[in-house]
């Protein structure tokens, strides 16, 4: 790259592929250097008798033949140019045979895509466009073939051959190689292609779908991790089951296999059968996976299952349509997670995460709508906005049509689009098929629309009239591709509490009595303003708005903080109710950061420490419940709505209030310390799963007051956990704080787990998050230690984007910036997908900098932008 600016892609400018390619067989032949790919390729022209050149995408590799019909093609007849392969000689017929045969260096690609080498054994990314780098082929996911899979390699190198579909053939060859042959059966795009190549050991399990049907699963890890698989097998056929109680829609093949590899880009990807996993999402067990570990393998797996229909069988038109499966599959593994464990905890979190990561992006330079109208790398639209908007955009659909219209409503997608390549369009129109709703201000606004919408409500009390009025005036600010919103059409989901706390029977004004009175009233929002008038109010209620979470907006109110106190204590809502705390923390923290902001010393409302202390009390809730709701917002939520960032005054507001409910509550927070902590053996039930949350919690305030004899609990705990998820906590509460037990643990830690590539990470990441001084020399020294592979995207995961959540990341001295820059611009070097990300995130907050960082962020940035970046980052820095 890149001289000149890199060129954008417009979805306005979607055109079809003038051809079919209804059946691709391919023969991959390892050897010891490279690999040999031979295509063969069955062409249609979808219109006439063609002749007309034929578009491939392809890059780094070199063509060997090329032939049509068995003819092979002069070099007069095709060109070759970095990332194509046009053939011009063309025959005037409706159907020919394309041959190809390239080399490629599978074990020279560091870039995790394509065909690769990860860890031991050899895998593929393909999504979004690294196809091209297997073989030349229309690199785009609305060209679906039927794929024929021949995989040749050395014997004992290789012993596990995979690809996507059934198993059809084995067969040894000279030369101590042998063969493997695979068949899929549906046509499929070619980013649910996938290979696997090495020496694997292997879990089988079998799944009995509702007809009778026998489907073998398979686990497929390094040799000697297998007993690792065991939860693995148990989610996957959890899952399919649940899809297939819930939607009607089972899996059709004969196999499904997950393989877990050690070098991933992403989490793990959807291939038709051929799962593969980043090995963290696969393996565990109560030695070296936390409960956070268990839960994610959960999720991960649910949501690969759930891509099977919501993706691979319907798949997708375009890149700019990617929400369409992702925000479809987070919204399945959100419900499957709510349905299958604790429904306000999965909301409260999945709302952190929009709020912490979604709602930064749609303030930030990059903002986007969930279906963009242009892009330079598709691999830059694997956004929060694309998948976690994405979702609560399909929540917002499943909450104004209902359940059961949703339900309908996809079973008309999927018969409708079962095997062709869909549009977001497709989508709405079967849910407007089903339920009868016109959702064309929803599609238009949020589909097409970047920026979270800002909603302001007051209300009035008619005590004569017995009547309450609720107003909603919406904006939203502008965002690159639009300044002049429209206004959003959403959800809002609304409670009114009386004085007891009890929920009130809800009309509206004009409602009939044949219309049921509900304690929830959902109210459809649709104007820059709009009032609703409940009837039958007898006594002047607290409203509890934006009920679960119903549309992800910025909803504001002048709540008192008595009512916030109320609701925390009260609200049958439980995201509300957790809300309201937060709220409440929002309000006496700002205060607080305006405090020091004046030079003075910060402070805590005696009365949000009282309400923390009733969650303490409260012996109705569930513990998980208060371990979150203990936890007052987060940094960045905190930094989110301040014009200019002070992540100095923030880090000590917040830090004043923690340890002010430590030191009120000292004592209730050690009696819950003491009666979690009682010796009984690991089990993995939710019970004791909530237990361990609120008794680490309560530890790592106790631990904050810095007295002996918590860090002494802290130590004695690490010493006689018998799971993961209790020694991590220690770590984590220990992390910030300066005693010599720190050193000790962590470095008793390492001993014992250094070997442990999984167990190792929180290591990494505990000490990458550390406030205290010296963070980022530890860092560099961590760096050249044998637990961590520069090239491996995981652990730049732990230990660099880790970082960039540390408020030490933004020391006014300017060497955290200097140093992220200089690790992305080396990154960059073998995976841009990587470095674009870390890119985003670490400048994110350029726009809100005080001049001084402002100053030293932009020089990084322009260092970067001198050092020939790749597309995918001069896309994202190119735009700050
Ligand atoms: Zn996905």
Known sequence: ??????????????????????????????????????GRFLFTAKTGKSGSPVLLDGKNMELLTLKIDGRKIPPSGFLVSRDHLVILDIPKKKTFVLETEVRIDPFANESCEGLYKSGNILCTQCE???????TYFPDRPDVLSVYTVRLEADREKYPVLLSNGNEIETGQLPAGRHYAIWSDPFPKPCYLFAAVAGNLGVIKGKYAAKNGRLIELRIYVDSGSENRTKYALECLKDSLSWFENKYGLPYLLDLYMIVAADSFNAGAMENTGLNIFSSRYILADPATATDSDYQNIAAIINHESD?????????????FQLTLKEGLAVFTDQTYMAETASAPIKRIDDVNRLRN????EDAGPGAAPIKPSEAISFDNLYTATTYRKGAEVVRMIHTLVGEEDYLRGIKIYVINHRGQAATTEDFVTAMETASGRDLSRFRETWYHQAGTPVCRVRTEYDKKRKTYSLTVEQNCPPTPECSDKKPFYFPLAVGLLNSKGRDMSLRLKGETDSVPALATKVLTVYEKRQTFIFKGITEKPIPSLLRNFSAPVKLFYDYTPEELAFLMAYDSDPFNRYEAGQRFAVLDLERS?????????????PALIFAYGRLLDDRFLDKDFVALALTPPSEKEL????????????????????RGIARAHEKKLKTIYDSLNDGRPYAHDREAIAGRALKNKALCYLALLGKKEYIELACSQFANADNMTDRV???????????KERKTVFERFYADWRLDTLAIDDWLCAQAISELPGVLEWIKTAEN?????RKNPNKIHVLLFSFLGNPKYHDPAGEGYEFIAAKIASIDKFNHLIAANLAKRAFENYGRLDPVRKELMRKAIDRLLKSEPSDKLYEIISKI
């Open 639 to 658: 930094l989110e709505n301040m014009e200019i960032c002070d992540f100095n005054a923030v880090a000590r507001a917040r830090n004043h209030l923690i």
């Open 307 to 319: 891509h099977y229909w919501f993706g691979n069988l319907v798949t997708v038109r375009d890149w």
């Open 729 to 739: 906590a220690v770590l984590y509460c220990l992390t910030n704080i300066r005693c």
């Open 785 to 789: 230690d044998p637990v961590y592979d």
């Open 1 to 38: 790259m890149n001289e000149n600016k890199p060129e954008k892609t417009r979805l306005a400018d979607y055109r079809p592929y003038p051809f079919e390619i209804t059946e691709t067989r391919l023969t991959i032949s390892i050897n010891d250097d490279h690999a040999v790919v031979t």
């Open 357 to 360: 990561y979604q709602f930064t």
């Open 593 to 605: 950061i305006a405090h020091i902001q004046k030079g003075e010393e910060p402070s805590a409302d």
């Open 128 to 134: 979004s466009d690294c196809f091209r780098r297997i």
